[in-house]
């Protein structure tokens, strides 16, 4: 997998278009975040909890193939394992850099 996206989620969260930790679970519930990113050491319950947030909401997200050191790392912040992305040209970009879907709210229409 392309790992270009990381630059991409460095521009994001210099423009402030990234949220993470518990504001990540309010905005899911609210619908601002359009794009959702987890680390895949992330924990098993974090993982069921961000994913079931996400298919219950309708927000697309992928499980990256990065650890939670390097995301973190890519955003200039500690221990985070899961990020969202509020923008939509940014979230456009990584998908387009990810590609695939582990789940797309398009499927439930």
Known sequence: MNKGYLN??????????IV?????????????VNLV????DASDNTKKKLTDKCHYY????YIIDIESDILSKA????N??????VDRGFSKKIKEII???????KEQE
Request: net charge positive.
């Open 99 to 105: 590609g695939g879907w582990l789940y797309d709210k």
């Open 75 to 78: 955003i200039g912040k500690d």
């Open 37 to 40: 990113l987890i680390a895949s």
């Open 20 to 32: 993470s930790g518990e504001t990540l679970l309010k905005n899911i519930k609210s619908k601002k």
């Open 58 to 61: 309708g927000i697309q997200y």
């Open 8 to 17: 991409i989620l460095g521009l994001a969260s210099a423009a402030r278009k």
């Open 80 to 85: 985070r394992v899961a990020v969202g992305i």
